[in-house]
Nanobody
Framework: EVQLVDSGGGLVQAGGSLRLSCVVS????????IGWFRQALGRERELISF????????YYADSVKGRFTISSDNGKNTVYLQMNSLKPEDTAVYYC???????????????????WGQGTQVRVSS
């Protein structure tokens, strides 16, 4: 059974940093994508970053480019999202998600992710 457990959220002042973790288990394929999404109050869940296992490709939304970094530690089965220079507008519930199959559809498509973590709250105060 595939499981994703995300953690690391909290309250931080603007300009501060947090590192989110997503511990994954139960993968049976070497070809998978891990994405980080966020959902602010009253807004749709949006993709902010993803990591592809086959080629190590990464993607960042314009809103976080240059501030957030996605990385993986295969030994710990964990994908991280390092968030620096946080802004109040980064306040949201953050979710990791996995697409555990090969697909020609872009990993930017939220609908293609078949497993989700429970979410971790990030609050950035001004």
């Amino acid at each position: 059974e595939v499981q994703l457990v995300d953690s690391g959220g909290g309250l931080v002042q603007a300009g501060g940093s947090l590192r989110l973790s997503c511990v994954v288990s139960g993968f049976t394929s070497e070809d998978y994508t891990i994405g980080w999404f966020r959902q602010a109050l009253g807004r749709e869940r949006e993709l902010i970053s993803f990591f592809g296992s086959i080629d190590g490709s990464t993607y960042y939304a314009d809103s976080v480019k240059g501030r957030f970094t996605i990385s993986s530690d295969n030994g710990k089965n964990t994908v991280y999202l390092q968030m620096n220079s946080l802004k109040p507008e980064d306040t949201a519930v953050y979710y990791c998600a996995a697409r555990t199959y090969s697909s020609s559809v872009s990993p930017a498509e939220k609908r293609t992710y078949n497993y989700w973590g429970q979410g971790t709250q990030v609050r950035v105060s001004s």
